[in-house]
């Protein structure tokens, strides 16, 4: 994980975020009903708030008193902060989900929509995030699994032997990491979307106006050229009968308690 070139990304995308996000939004919505929203007091943080969907939408259901909102892309911080310009008791993180630059024992809850998947070193993040929240305190999660994006990562291995589609963990990777951080009563959830497009162009269209295009880095330099962008485009699986294309985001929804 080029951690330099991930905040470019989010950066250079937060104009264009919420015209592509309608995925985030569904799995935040799907992430905030699975929650126990109602009995969520005191101080919550938003780790990886983007725009601040997920945000505003825990700032409606829940009787929290004070929200950080978390994100190392100070522009997508900005545009949260537009969004929720009226509200006073919410307070903007510029930082790293990897190094939390909060006390311990500070929040009473920590909530994350799509954005763990981007660290490096996700049992060290679980660790910190058990540090950070007071006991009982819960935290709630949703991140891709490892068949996200599979079509796409398979057209291109019949092209070339670069990694072009990030890494995904799986289910048993994150129980265990919670597990280990020391977190109980752990809960997943796995759920499969298939949003479709109009072509191969199209997805990766959407994926860099949300930011999340591949950030790897360009060990393939000079390789990855028009002919073999259109020879992966031809082998990327479609059903003849339709004439769009989907693709499988493997979405997983994950709470603890500290
Ligand atoms: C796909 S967006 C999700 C935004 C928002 N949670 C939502 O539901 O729309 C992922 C966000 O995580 C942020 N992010 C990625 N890695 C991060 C890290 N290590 N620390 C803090 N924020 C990070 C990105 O800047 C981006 O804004």
């Known amino acids: 994980m080029d951690k330099r070139k991930i905040k470019q990304a989010f950066s250079a995308a937060a104009a264009s975020y919420d015209g592509a996000a309608q995925l985030q939004r569904r799995v935040g919505t799907a992430l905030l009903q699975s929650a126990d929203l109602a009995n969520q007091h005191g101080t919550l943080l938003d780790i990886g708030c983007g725009t601040g969907f997920l945000t505003g939408e825990l700032l409606a259901l829940s009787p929290c008193q004070e929200l950080i909102a978390l994100d190392m892309a100070l522009p997508m911080l900005h545009a949260t902060r537009q969004k929720l310009s009226g509200h006073t008791n919410v307070h903007y993180l510029c930082a790293d989900a990897e190094a939390l630059p909060l006390a311990d024992q500070s929040v009473d809850g920590v909530f994350s929509n799509l954005a763990l998947q981007w660290c490096g070193d996700l049992r060290a993040v679980f660790a910190d995030i058990r540090r950070v929240l007071k006991p009982d305190g819960q935290l709630v999660f949703a991140t891709f699994g490892t068949e996200t994006l599979q079509e796409l990562k398979n057209a291109w291995a019949t092209e070339d032997n670069y990694q072009h589609v990030n890494d995904f963990h799986d289910e048993t990777y994150l129980i265990n990491g919670l597990q280990q951080a020391g977190f109980r009563a752990i809960h997943s959830q796995r759920q499969h979307h298939q949003p479709r497009y109009a072509s191969v162009l199209e997805l990766m269209r959407e994926l860099k106006h949300l930011g999340a295009h591949n950030v790897l880095p360009r060990r393939n330099k000079g390789v990855t050229g028009k002919t073999a962008l259109h020879r992966m485009m031809e082998a990327y699986p479609r059903n003849p009968q339709?004439?769009?294309?989907?693709?499988?985001?493997?979405?997983?929804?994950?709470?603890?308690k500290r």
């Open 242 to 256: 339709e004439p769009t294309i989907s693709a499988t985001f493997d979405v997983i929804m994950v709470s603890a």
